[in-house]
T-cell receptor
Framework: DTGVSQNPRHKITKRGQNVTFRCDPI?????LYWYRQTLGQGPEFLTY????????KSRLLSDRFSAERPKGSFSTLEIQRTEQGDSAMYLC?????????????FGSGTQLSVL | AQRVTQPEKLLSVFKGAPVELKCNYS??????LFWYVQYSRQRLQLLLR??SRESIKGFTADLNKGETSFHLKKPFAQEEDSAMYYC??????????FGAGTRLFVKA
C-alpha cells in the first residue's frame, strides 16, 4: 500500500499519560497535515508541515500537543498529560505542493480513547 | 470568519432519485472548494474540486460566489453512493476547513 500510513490504528490510554502517533506520508509529498475529528464533526485542522518546517499551528493545539517532521519524511504527533477531551480520531494527510496542493490524501487515522 | 456549513446531517433518498447535498461557505478571499467522501470502512478521499469543473461518479458541483454555495448534485442516486460527504474550503495556500458532513443514505 503506497498511501498514507498511520500507526497505531487504536490507542487506549489513561488520563495523564503521554501518547505518540506516527504518520508516514506518500513518499513524494512535501506537505503533511494533522487533523482531529470527533463524533459528528468534520476534520479540524491542527498543524501543517512543508518539508520539515512546521508552518502553521491551530489554536486548537494546546501546549500539550507537539508535532515533528524530522528530515521532511514521517511525522509524529505527541500529546502529553492526556485528558478525556483529547479522545478523538487523529488523521494525517499529505499532498504535493503546486497544482495539486489542495488534493489531500488521508490516512486511516488513529483512534485515541482516554479513560 | 472562515467557515463551511452543511445544514443536513442526514439525507435519505430512493435509488434513482436526484440528490443534492448542500454546502455554504464563508471566506473573504478567493475560495477553493472541494467535496470529500468517506465510504464505509474506507479512508476519506477527494471526490471533486470546483477548479476542475469535472464530473466524478456522476456528481457535479457548481461554485456560486453570489450565494457562497457549492452544492453537490447527482441526477440519479445509486446505492453505492451511500457514504459520508464533506464539503471543504481551501484557504491561505495550505489549510483546508471541513464542514460537519452529510450522511447520504440511498434506499433500494
Amino acid at each position: 500500500d503506497t498511501g498514507v500510513s498511520q500507526n497505531p490504528r487504536h490507542k487506549i490510554t489513561k488520563r495523564g499519560q503521554n501518547v505518540t502517533f506516527r504518520c508516514d506520508p506518500i513518499s513524494e509529498h512535501n506537505r503533511l497535515y494533522w487533523y482531529r475529528q470527533t463524533l459528528g464533526q468534520g476534520p479540524e485542522f491542527l498543524t501543517y508541515f512543508q518539508n520539515e518546517a512546521q508552518l502553521e499551528k491551530s489554536r486548537l493545539l494546546s501546549d500539550r500537543f507537539s508535532a515533528e517532521r524530522p528530515k521532511g519524511s514521517f511525522s509524529t504527533l505527541e500529546i502529553q498529560r492526556t485528558e478525556q477531551g483529547d479522545s478523538a480520531m487523529y488523521l494525517c494527510a499529505s499532498s504535493l505542493s503546486g497544482t495539486g496542493g489542495y488534493k489531500l490524501f488521508f490516512g486511516s487515522g488513529t483512534q485515541l480513547s482516554v479513560l | 470568519a472562515q467557515r463551511v456549513t452543511q445544514p443536513e446531517k442526514l439525507l435519505s433518498v430512493f435509488k434513482g432519485a436526484p440528490v443534492e447535498l448542500k454546502c455554504n461557505y464563508s471566506y473573504s478571499g478567493s475560495p477553493e472548494l472541494f467535496w470529500y467522501v468517506q465510504y464505509s470502512r474506507q479512508r476519506l478521499q477527494l471526490l471533486l474540486r470546483h477548479i476542475s469543473r469535472e464530473s466524478i461518479k456522476g456528481f457535479t458541483a457548481d461554485l456560486n460566489k453570489g450565494e457562497t454555495s457549492f452544492h453537490l448534485k447527482k441526477p440519479f442516486a445509486q446505492e453505492e453512493d451511500s457514504a459520508m460527504y464533506y464539503c471543504a474550503l481551501g484557504t491561505g495556500g495550505f489549510k483546508t476547513i471541513f464542514g460537519a458532513g452529510t450522511r447520504l443514505f440511498v434506499k433500494a
